[in-house]
């Protein structure tokens, strides 16, 4: 059975850095690799949003709110996929997630990110 195991998550200071990485536990690279993959988070109160996207060509796509900040990778040997996040703000504070651009598989439990202003 499939899991998606998010670790990463801190408590940063603004202007910070983390890198989140996400495995697919389970998955099976023939499946994995085909698949486009994102980063989505959620704060509270909020409904959970894709923030960045890669396909299995690692085109990548960044809502407007983290573009030039964050940057998603993939390594498909591993099945991992991964957010750098630089110059992090306060309003980036969530839980993050992964799964695919489809979001099909079950949610993993989500890392969480606090920003301290």
């Known amino acids: 059975q499939v899991r998606l195991v998010e670790s990463g998550g801190a408590l940063v200071q603004a202007g910070g850095s983390l890198r989140l990485a996400c495995k697919a536990s389970g998955m099976i690279t023939s499946v994995f690799n085909p698949n486009s993959w994102g980063w989505y988070r959620q704060a509270p109160g909020e409904q959970r949003e894709l923030v960045a996207g890669i396909s299995s060509t690692r085109t990548t796509n960044y809502a407007d709110a983290v573009k030039g900040r964050f940057t998603i990778s993939r390594d498909n040997a591993r099945k991992m996929v991964y957010l750098q996040m630089n110059s992090l703000k306060p309003e980036d504070t969530a839980v993050y997630y992964c799964?695919?651009?489809?979001?099909?598989?079950?949610w993993g439990q989500g890392t969480q990110v606090t920003v301290s202003s």
């Open positions: 799964n695919t651009l489809k979001g099909d598989l079950n």
